[in-house]
């Protein structure tokens, strides 16, 4: 049953404030996901503004559908929150329909 705890986020309001959000992860709450260097880690909290703007995310209607949710970087405006097999990954989606889809989440 861990595993899947491990596995398991919430969005929460963001560090930078209104039109933000952050992904934080239900088995340790003091533990966001933070983008940096093209890559994601799942880092402890850290009272700082580097933090705060690598764990933040703007949410906007999906690329691939407005009904869902798209999350977009706070520091890349290219750049999305995506899966990749599997995995959270930081992409930069290109025109095509299969790349927007990764990018594009419905949360329940």
Do not use: C, K, W
Request: glycine share 10%; hydrophobic share 35%.
């Amino acid at each position: 049953m861990r595993e899947l705890a491990d596995s398991q986020f919430r969005l929460v309001p963001g560090h930078l404030g209104a039109g933000t959000v952050a992904v934080r992860s239900v088995n340790f709450p003091d533990r966001y996901v933070r983008a940096g260097d093209g890559v994601l880690r799942i880092e402890p909290f850290e009272d700082t503004d580097d933090y705060g703007r690598a764990t933040s995310f703007v949410r906007v209607p999906g690329l691939a559908d407005r009904s869902a949710v798209s999350l977009r970087s706070s520091t890349d405006t290219r750049a999305y929150l995506a899966h990749d097999t599997g995995r959270l990954v930081l992409a930069r989606p290109g025109g095509g329909r299969a790349e927007r889809e990764r990018a594009t989440f419905r949360f329940r």
